[in-house]
């Protein structure tokens, strides 16, 4: 499929928030729908570092590109690391070059919302990165605790809740399912 044939007339913007498990996940589809229709995807990861079954996945597909700006090791939202400001600059950096050139038909900023949460990147930013994306462009903000600003931005807002999760019963995360 040509590049002109692929391209979407009308770009949106998806912020998949809340409580309850999915978000990752529900973003990772829409990558796999949009690149089994031709169109080229960027998945930038805030505070993310490591081989999540995904991760694995998405190598094997065609158009889909992930960067993954974060350390092995959980941010303290009390207390973040100068390191943990610096990753997630950086990653708002290359997310909205990536967005602004036009070169991809969907970016996924994957736990934007967590970063900006914990005070890693500034709303701000986020607003201008928004406002500054091309017509064609797709956009996907995931992650908890999403601010009002980012649901008036958005086309679509989706919040994932908890109702019941093994992980209340001490069932810990297991590879292939939660991660």
């Known amino acids: 499929m040509s ?4 391209r979407l007339k009308t770009g949106l913007i998806h912020v998949k928030t809340g409580n309850g498990p999915g978000k990752t996940t529900s973003a990772f589809g829409l990558a796999l729908r949009a690149a089994g229709r031709g169109l080229k995807v960027l998945i930038v990861q805030f505070m993310k570092k490591g081989e999540y079954g995904e991760l694995k996945a998405v190598r094997y597909v065609p158009g889909i590109e992930v960067l993954q700006f974060g ?6 939202k009390e207390g973040p690391e100068d390191i943990d400001v610096k990753l997630a600059e950086e990653a708002l950096r290359k997310a909205e ?3 602004v ?3 991809y038909d969907l970016v996924i900023l994957d736990e934007v919302n967590v970063a900006l949460d914990y005070g890693l990147v500034k709303l701000d930013e986020v607003l201008k990165l928004i406002r500054r994306k ?3 462009v797709e956009l996907v903000l995931t992650g908890r605790g999403a601010p009002p600003q980012l649901y008036e931005e958005a ?5 994932f ?3 019941k999760h093994p992980w209340r019963k001490g069932i810990v995360g297991r590879k292939g399912i939660e991660y």
Request: aromatic share 8%; no cysteine; net charge negative.
């Open 3 to 6: 590049e002109e044939q692929a």
């Open 71 to 76: 350390r092995e090791e959980f941010v303290d």
């Open 97 to 99: 070059e990536a967005v």
């Open 101 to 103: 050139s036009g070169r």
């Open 134 to 136: 091309p017509k064609h």
């Open 155 to 159: 086309d679509y807002v989706t919040e």
């Open 161 to 163: 809740n908890e109702i």
